[in-house]
C-alpha cells in the first residue's frame, strides 16, 4: 500500500482512525499521541524547495494560524523524491533565516560620504533609484560605437545578480537591465 | 546536469572530482550511497581528504590545477587498453570525422595560434568535408586524420610517470581510478561524475570538462541511466538563473546577445542558426529564429511587430569580438567607467576574486544599489576595513528582500527540475519580494520616461511588457504563464486550432512570425492549458527515478538529455536493466523518458539503415557528440597547462606553461606570482556544510555560526611543523594580492606533494567569511585569489593560486 505521509497524517488525525491504522499493519497509537503534543499540529503547511544548493530539497513551513501568520518550523518533506525528508545542516536550520533578528526590515540609504545608514521609506528610495538610473542612462547612451554601428547601449550602470532569485524574478530583472540597454550583465553563474 | 540527482543511484562507478558532494551537497550524497548499496565503486579525487574520501573505495590526492594531466592519462589508460565503447564510439561521436591538414598541435600549440592578440584561428581546425559541406567519416577509424586517431597521438605524452609527476598523484592511485572508471566502458555499464567549481574555476576550467566529456563518449556513459556529465549547482537556482541568462552574452534560452554588426533581426537570425546539408542531422537549432522571435514578443507584446522587427533594434547590442564578463566589469569599474550598480541578491566584495580590487572599483562608484536579507560587505563597503567613509563618494540604497518562504514561484535545481515553491508568511517589515521590487522600480522608471518628452531612446523602457501583477503585487503565475509562451492569434498547426492567448504546449509549436510568444522556449511546456506543470507532486511507483510527474524539467520534461545515445542502432536499451527509452517496433514509438526527438532509431529490425532517423546528438550541426571540439577558444582538445600563478617553472607535457589564450587584466591590483619563494605554498579554496557562498545567509544564524564560527586555513602536519605552526594558532595567509587572518587547522587530510622532483605544500580555506559579520570571523578568501579566466567562459581562477602562510 502507497501512502504520502500527509495522507498517513490524516489516518493518524481522523477519529476512526483505529481501523485504518490497523490497516498500515503497525501500531500507530505511541506516535499519534506524541503528534497531539508537537507545536505544529495547528499549522498551515506550505511546501517550498530549500534556498541553498542546487539540489533542490523539498521543505514544508508551518505557519501559526493565529496570530501573526509567523513561521514557526521548517523542516525536511518526507514525500519529495529526493530528499525523503532528510536535510543537511543548513537545510535544518531554516527557520533562523527566517526568523532572524538580525534581518533588515526597512530600506536605507548612506548619502555621499557619509558615516552611517539611516532609514527611509520606499517611496523615496524607489523614486530616488528611478531618477538615478534615467539620469545616468540618458547621459551615458550610446546609439553608435566607434565603427559607426548602431548599439543602443547604456554605458554607464552595470548589473550583478541573482540565482537567489526564482524564474520568474529572473525573467523580470535581465528583461529590465536589458530595456534600461545595460550590457553589463552577470551573476553568480559566471563566478 | 544531463542527468539528475535521483539518477546517479544507477551508476556503476561515481567519480567525484573536482566537487566535495558529502559536505557540500549532502543530500546528493544519499544517492551516491544508494548507488554503492547496489555494488558501485565510488572514486575521489582530490588536494584534500574530504568526508567525500572518506566514504570512497579509492581516493586519489591531486595538486589544484592538474585535473586535465590526471584525465588524459586516463584517456591514454583506456586507449592504449581497448577500453572504449567501441559501436558508440563509432556511431554517435566524431571519432570517426576527417579532421582538415591545416589542423596541427606542436610544443603546446594548436595550429592557427596569434601570439600577438593570444588567439587562435579556429578556421584551422575544421572537419573535411564532402561537396554538401558534410564531414568526411571514416567509421573504421583507422584513417590517420580521423579524430580517433589524432585523439592517440595527442594523448600518447600522458603516461603515468608524467602524469604522476605533475598532478603528484601516486602511480597506483592513478592506476586505480583508471581501471575502475574505464571499466564502465562495457556495455550496460555506466559511470558518472559529480564535479563543481574545483573544476570550472581554473584557466582551463571549460577543457578541464571537456576532457570529461570525451571520456564519458569514449566509454558510452552520455545518455544512460547512472552516466552523463553532471556538475553539482552551487546555488538553489543558479541552473534556472542560467537559462533565464542574467549573463553578458545570452539572452533567455541560449539565444546569443546580438552583436554590433547584426544591424537586423535577419542578419542576427541569420549569424546564429546552423546549417546541415546531412539529411539524418536534426540539426535542432535550425528553429532559431522562432525562439528568437517569440522571445521579443514577450519582451515587447503587442508593440513587437514584423514592421519593426519585433522590437530588436529597441535592446542593446555587444560590440563584436568584445567580452562584458564578471572580471571585465570590474575591471571596467575600477576605472571608473561606471555611474551605478545593481549588486542584487549578491555579495561581489566577498565573491569575487582579487576582493581587493572589487572593493577598490566600488569607490568609483556613484550610487549603487544593495538588495538583500542582511547587510553584508558589498552594500557596507564604504566602511569596511582600511576605508575612510568621509573619502567615499557612492550613495548606496539598501532594499531588504523576502526570503524564498515569504513568496511564490520556482527554481529550477541542478538536474534541471523546475519546482514550485509556496508563500508560507508575509516578509518581516516592509521587505518585499524581489519581483515587487522590480515591477515597482520599473514602473517609475516607465513614469519617469513617459514624462519626459527629449528623454533618450525612450522605446524599450515604454514598450516593455509589465504587467505581470494582480491587485498591484508582482504576480508570479502571470510571468511564468509568459515565460511558456502563448498563441497570439488564431492559428492551426498539425492539424489543430489554437486560440489566441492559449497556453503553448510546447516549443515545437513555436513560430517566426509573431503568432506565439515565449519568454523562454526552453521553459515552454512547463506551464500549459493543463495547469502549472512545476507544481506536480506525484512520485513514481517504480522504474528508474525518472520520477516525470513530479515537478517539470526542461526541455519538454526529457530527465535525461541525449538519451538516443543510450540505445544501439535498432533502439533496443545498452543497459538493459535500467532502460532510459527503448522503441517499440509494432507501435513505432520511443516508451520510457521523453526521447530526444521522436524519430525511429537508425536500424530498422533487420539492420538495414532508416532514412528517417536522426542523429542523436541533435543540438550540434553535426549529430554527434564532440570528441574533437573545434568550438573551443583554447584548441579542440584539452592540454595541460599549469595554473597562471603555479609551484613550477616547467611543464613537461610542453613548452608552453601557462594557457597561451587566458585572459588577465592590467591594473596595479593584477599581479601575479609564479615560482616566487616568497610565495611558495599552493592555495586552493572550498567550502563548509554549514554556510554557504560568501555567507551571507548563514553567518548571521546562530546554530551555523556556533558550528563554524570563524576564517580556518588548513594545512599538512608537514606544512605545519616547517612553519612553526601549532593546531590552533592564528596565522597570516599571503598572496601577491592581499592576505587574511586565519585560524590553523593542522591535519592529515593535507599531504604534501612530490611535483617534478620537488615536495611541494598546498594549503585550503573557505571563503564564507567577511568582516561585517562575525567580529573578527576573519574576512573573504577571495582577497587573496587573482582575477584571471578562462579564455571561453572568463570564470576566475579561484582554486589554484600561490600563497604564504606563517604565525599571525
Not at chain 2, 542574467?246 to 542578419?267: E, N, Q, R, V
Not at chain 2, 569596511?384 to 515569504?406: H, M, N, R, W
Not at chain 2, 570563524?710 to 608537514?718: A, G, H, P, Y
Request: aromatic content about 10%; charged content about 25%.
Amino acid at each position: 500500500m502507497e501512502i504520502s505521509r500527509r495522507d498517513f497524517l490524516k489516518v493518524t488525525g481522523a477519529s476512526a482512525a483505529g481501523a485504518a491504522v490497523l490497516g498500515l499493519g503497525l501500531d500507530m497509537k505511541p506516535l499519534r499521541s506524541h503528534a497531539q503534543t508537537l507545536k505544529i499540529r495547528h499549522a498551515k503547511e506550505s511546501t517550498s524547495i530549500c534556498c541553498y544548493c542546487a539540489v533542490g530539497c523539498g521543505v514544508i513551513a508551518h505557519t501559526e494560524k493565529t496570530g501573526g501568520g509567523r513561521i514557526i518550523n521548517i523542516e525536511g518533506d518526507p514525500d519529495h523524491p529526493i530528499n525523503e525528508g532528510t536535510l543537511c545542516s543548513k537545510g535544518a536550520a531554516l527557520s533562523q533565516l527566517v526568523n532572524n533578528e538580525n534581518r533588515i526590515t526597512t530600506p536605507l540609504y548612506r548619502e555621499r560620504f557619509g558615516t552611517e545608514w539611516r532609514e527611509v521609506s520606499w517611496d523615496w528610495a524607489l523614486d530616488a533609484i528611478a531618477e538615478r538610473i534615467k539620469g545616468c542612462r540618458d547621459r551615458s547612451f550610446t546609439r553608435k560605437n566607434d565603427k559607426g554601428q548602431v548599439v543602443n547601449r547604456t554605458n554607464g550602470i552595470a548589473h550583478v545578480g541573482s540565482a537567489a532569485l526564482d524564474n520568474e524574478e529572473c525573467w523580470l530583472i535581465q528583461a529590465m537591465m536589458r530595456a534600461l540597454g545595460l550590457v553589463y550583465i552577470e551573476h553568480q553563474a559566471r563566478i | 546536469m544531463t542527468n539528475h540527482w535521483i539518477d546517479i543511484r544507477n551508476s556503476d562507478c561515481i567519480l567525484i572530482m573536482g566537487s566535495n558532494a558529502a559536505e557540500n551537497h549532502p543530500i546528493s550524497f544519499k544517492w551516491v550511497t544508494e548507488a554503492v548499496k547496489r555494488g558501485a565503486s565510488l572514486l575521489n579525487v582530490d588536494p584534500r581528504f574530504t568526508r567525500s574520501s572518506a566514504k570512497s573505495h579509492v581516493y586519489a590526492p591531486i595538486r589544484s590545477g592538474t585535473d586535465i594531466a590526471f584525465l588524459g592519462g586516463m584517456i591514454k589508460h583506456i586507449l592504449d587498453n581497448d577500453l572504449w565503447f567501441e559501436p558508440y564510439v563509432a556511431e554517435y561521436t566524431n571519432a570517426c570525422f576527417l579532421v582538415k591538414e591545416s589542423y596541427g598541435f606542436e610544443d603546446g600549440l594548436f595550429s592557427g595560434y596569434d601570439p600577438k592578440t593570444n588567439r587562435y584561428d579556429k578556421s584551422r581546425w575544421g572537419f573535411q568535408t564532402d561537396d554538401r559541406g558534410v564531414p568526411l567519416k571514416d567509421r573504421t577509424l583507422k584513417d590517420p586524420r580521423c579524430v580517433f586517431q589524432l585523439l592517440k597521438a595527442h594523448y600518447a605524452r600522458y603516461d603515468l610517470e608524467t602524469v604522476s609527476s605533475v598532478t603528484g598523484t601516486p602511480k597506483e592511485d592513478l592506476e586505480a581510478v583508471y581501471e575502475a572508471y574505464a571499466a564502465t566502458g562495457k556495455k550496460g555499464k555506466a559511470g558518472t561524475i559529480m564535479y563543481a567549481m574545483g573544476w570550472t574555476q581554473h584557466t582551463v576550467g571549460v577543457q578541464n570538462i571537456r576532457a570529461m566529456a570525451m571520456i564519458q563518449l569514449l566509454l558510452g556513459n552520455m545518455g544512460v541511466a547512472g552516466g552523463g556529465v553532471n556538475a553539482l549547482r552551487g546555488e538553489s537556482n543558479v541552473q534556472g538563473s542560467t537559462d533565464h541568462c542574467i549573463l553578458f552574452h545570452i539572452w533567455p534560452g541560449y539565444l546569443k546577445t546580438p552583436g554590433a554588426s547584426h544591424d537586423t533581426l535577419a542578419a542576427y537570425n541569420e549569424a546564429n542558426t546552423p546549417g546541415t546539408s546531412d539529411p539524418l542531422s536534426a540539426n535542432w537549432w535550425g528553429n532559431y529564429p522562432k525562439y528568437s522571435v517569440s522571445l521579443l514578443k514577450s519582451f515587447f507584446g503587442g508593440h513587437a511587430t514584423p514592421a519593426n522587427e519585433f522590437g530588436y533594434g529597441w535592446l542593446p547590442r555587444l560590440d563584436d569580438g568584445k567580452t562584458y564578463s564578471w572580471l571585465d566589469l570590474f575591471d571596467v569599474m575600477y576605472k571608473g567607467e561606471f555611474t551605478g550598480f545593481f549588486a542584487w541578491g549578491q555579495n561581489p566584495a566577498c565573491s569575487g576574486a582579487n576582493a581587493t580590487k572589487t572593493r577598490e572599483a566600488m569607490a568609483n562608484l556613484d550610487w549603487m544599489v544593495n538588495v538583500n536579507i542582511f547587510e553584508n560587505e558589498t552594500g557596507s563597503f564604504w566602511k569596511g576595513p582600511g576605508v575612510d567613509p568621509g573619502k567615499v563618494k557612492t550613495e548606496v540604497f539598501f532594499l531588504p528582500c523576502a526570503v524564498s518562504v515569504e513568496k511564490e514561484g520556482s527554481i529550477t535545481n541542478s538536474g534541471r527540475w523546475m519546482q514550485w515553491r509556496y508563500k508560507a508568511a508575509n516578509p518581516p517589515g516592509s521587505a518585499k519580494p524581489d519581483g515587487q521590487i522590480l515591477m515597482e522600480l520599473m514602473k517609475r522608471v516607465k513614469d519617469l520616461y513617459r514624462r519626459d518628452a527629449s528623454a533618450v531612446f525612450p522605446e524599450p523602457i515604454l514598450n516593455l511588457k509589465w504587467d505581470y501583477e494582480t491587485d498591484g503585487e508582482f504576480d508570479p503565475h502571470k510571468m511564468a504563464r509568459e515565460i511558456n509562451g502563448r498563441f497570439q492569434r488564431d492559428v492551426t498547426l498539425k492539424g489543430k486550432t489554437y486560440r489566441k492567448g492559449e497556453l503553448v504546449p510546447s516549443f515545437a509549436f513555436l513560430q517566426d512570425d509573431g503568432s506565439t510568444s515565449s519568454a523562454n522556449w526552453l521553459y515552454c511546456n512547463s506551464y500549459t492549458e493543463s495547469g502549472n506543470m512545476a507544481a506536480r507532486r506525484k512520485r513514481e511507483a517504480s522504474g528508474i527515478g525518472l520520477n516525470p510527474e513530479w515537478s517539470w524539467c526542461w526541455p519538454v520534461n526529457r530527465r535525461i538529455l541525449y538519451n538516443r545515445a543510450s540505445v544501439d542502432p535498432r533502439g533496443n536499451p545498452w543497459d538493459r536493466e535500467h532502460p532510459v527509452i527503448s522503441w517499440d517496433a509494432a507501435a513505432g514509438k520511443w516508451v520510457g523518458d521523453v526521447p530526444d526527438g521522436g524519430w525511429p532509431p537508425m536500424q530498422n529490425p533487420d539492420g538495414s539503415p532508416n532514412p528517417n532517423t536522426r542523429y542523436p546528438f541533435i543540438m550540434k550541426p553535426e549529430g554527434h557528440g564532440r570528441i574533437f571540439g573545434p568550438g573551443r577558444a583554447d584548441g579542440p582538445f584539452p592540454e595541460h597547462y599549469e595554473p597562471l600563478e603555479c609551484p613550477v617553472d616547467r611543464n613537461p607535457f610542453s613548452g608552453q606553461i601557462a594557457n597561451p589564450t587566458a585572459p588577465s587584466y592590467a591594473t596595479r591590483l593584477d599581479v601575479f606570482k609564479t615560482c616566487d619563494p616568497r610565495y611558495p605554498f599552493v592555495g586552493t579554496t572550498y567550502r563548509v556544510s554549514e554556510h554557504w557562498q560568501t555567507g551571507v545567509m548563514t553567518r548571521w544564524q546562530p546554530w551555523l555560526l556556533e558550528a563554524q564560527p570563524q576564517l580556518f586555513v588548513e594545512m599538512s602536519r608537514e606544512l605545519a611543523e616547517l612553519r612553526g605552526i601549532e593546531n590552533g594558532d592564528r596565522v597570516r595567509v599571503e598572496s601577491v594580492r592581499g592576505g587574511v587572518t586565519a585560524v590553523a587547522v593542522v591535519t592529515g587530510r593535507f599531504k604534501p606533494f612530490r611535483i617534478l622532483g620537488q615536495e611541494i605544500h598546498q594549503v585550503g580555506l573557505p571563503w564564507h567569511y567577511g568582516w561585517v559579520h562575525p567580529e573578527n570571523g576573519g574576512d573573504s578568501a577571495n582577497l587573496l585569489t587573482p582575477s584571471a579566466g578562462d579564455p571561453n567562459t572568463r570564470i576566475p581562477e579561484t582554486k589554484a593560486f600561490m600563497v604564504n602562510v606563517q604565525k599571525a
